[in-house]
């Protein structure tokens, strides 16, 4: 059974930095897509960084770029979303996505519906 579980959310100022983890298991693909995606009250839910493990090609959104890094530890199975100087419009739930088997790369970030695993979030909140 796949398991994606994200922890690191927390409440920070304007300017903080945060980093959130997420823990996987129940698969041994080597060729996958890992993504970050945040859903804000009143707003879309929008990808906000994805990483192909086999090669570590990553994309972010426009918003996060020389903010947000993706990174993967695969000896821990886990991905990773270091967040640095964090604004309030950073405010969101995260959450962790997979998809898998993907021979020739991921599909682009905001092609979110092609993701088939989700944890169940982490709440980011930064105050001004």
């Known amino acids: 059974q796949v398991q994606l579980v994200e922890s690191g959310g927390g409440s920070v100022q304007a300017g903080g930095s945060l980093r959130l983890s997420c823990a996987t298991s129940g698969y041994t693909y080597s060729n996958v897509c890992m993504g970050w995606f945040r859903h804000a009250p009143g707003k879309e839910r929008e990808g906000v960084a994805i990483i192909y493990t086999n090669g570590g090609s990553t994309d972010y959104a426009d918003s996060v770029k020389g903010r947000f890094t993706i990174s993967q530890d695969n000896a821990k199975n886990t991905l990773y979303l270091y967040m640095n100087s964090l604004k309030p419009e950073d405010t969101a739930m995260y959450y962790c996505?997979?998809?898998?088997?993907?021979?020739?790369?991921?599909?682009?970030?905001?092609?979110?519906?092609?993701?088939?695993?989700w944890g169940q979030g982490t709440q980011v909140t930064v105050s001004s």
């Open positions: 996505a997979a998809s898998f088997p993907r021979l020739y790369g991921c599909p682009g970030i905001r092609r979110e519906n092609e993701y088939g695993y």
